[in-house]
């Protein structure tokens, strides 16, 4: 059944909302005519990690080929300037309405495929390589949408993705785990004497979460300079998800660092509030 666009950027914010309500709650304070790109661009990435992550038993060839194929049907599409498909249809709109770089979303389906075959990474420049088309590229994408005032603001917008995603893997640790893969560096692991097969938050991991967690506060240290650059709206929107992603950092500390005996959250009612604080904060 072909979809609406109306419908098809309905079905991306209800994808943004349950599975992603930090940023969603931020979303809410862009204008109107522009967050509903936000939440198309959410969208995709979370369709393709759907792939990689929550395709029930399939084997990581099944995998790869669905993604292939989700990925050959985005860039079809894009190159035809319009998609029948529920969620690409959105996406494909968004790509158009902002002149979005392909080679963005190619770089993103790259890391994708990384997580099938890829269960470690050795150092942090390593693992930087994986982050740029995870992480990185998605401040890059989202740049044309939020206007920024001054063209020096990309890096920091990257570094605004990598501490994002690195907040996710400090946070993940065990659902990590679970899936067979460590984000954190080898060479980290090792310095510390940390192991996270062991899930046990000793001495040594401890350790290792204060360095890691101090590394990700300078990438968030960074973005700050990027999101002084944006007009007020989208500053709005991008500084309470700053906000509210690095409070995670703290949720953890606040655990003492014990990221295997429960998952570091932080209350929707405290997001909601960070966002009503930040939208009287800025004209």
Known sequence: MTVTLEESYARCKSLNKRFAPTYFWATMLLPRVKRHHVWALYAFCRYADDIVDDLGPACPEARAAALSEFGDRFFA????????????????????????????FLRFLRSM????????????????VYMDGSAAVIGELMLPILEP????????????GDAFQLTNFLRDVAEDLDRGRVYLPQADLRAFGADPWRRDADDA?????????????????????????????????????????????????????DVFAARARVPTA???????????RLP
């Not at 498909?85 to 709109?93: I, M, N, R, S, Y």
């Not at 495929?113 to 930087?128: F, G, I, K």
């Not at 990309?154 to 605004?160: F, G, S």
């Not at 991991?205 to 973005?223: D, G, K, P, V």
């Open 77 to 104: 599409d894009a190159e035809a300037r319009h998609s029948d498909d529920p969620v690409l249809k959105a996406v494909v709109h968004t790509v158009n309405a902002f002149d979005l770089d392909l080679d963005g």
């Open 113 to 128: 495929t990384m997580d099938l075959t890829v269960a470690a990474y050795e150092t942090w420049d390593d693992l930087l």
């Open 149 to 160: 005032t001054d063209p020096a603001a990309l890096p920091h917008a990257r570094d605004l």
């Open 205 to 257: 991991w401890r350790a290792l979460m204060r360095f890691e967690i101090e590394r990700c506060r300078e990438l968030y240290r960074s973005a700050d300079l990027g999101i002084e650059m944006l007009p007020p709206a989208s500053a709005r929107c991008v500084g309470a998800a700053r906000t509210l992603y690095s409070q995670i950092l703290d949720r953890i500390e606040a655990m003492d660092h």
């Open 270 to 280: 405290h997001k909601l509030a960070v966002a009503g604080r930040t939208a009287l």
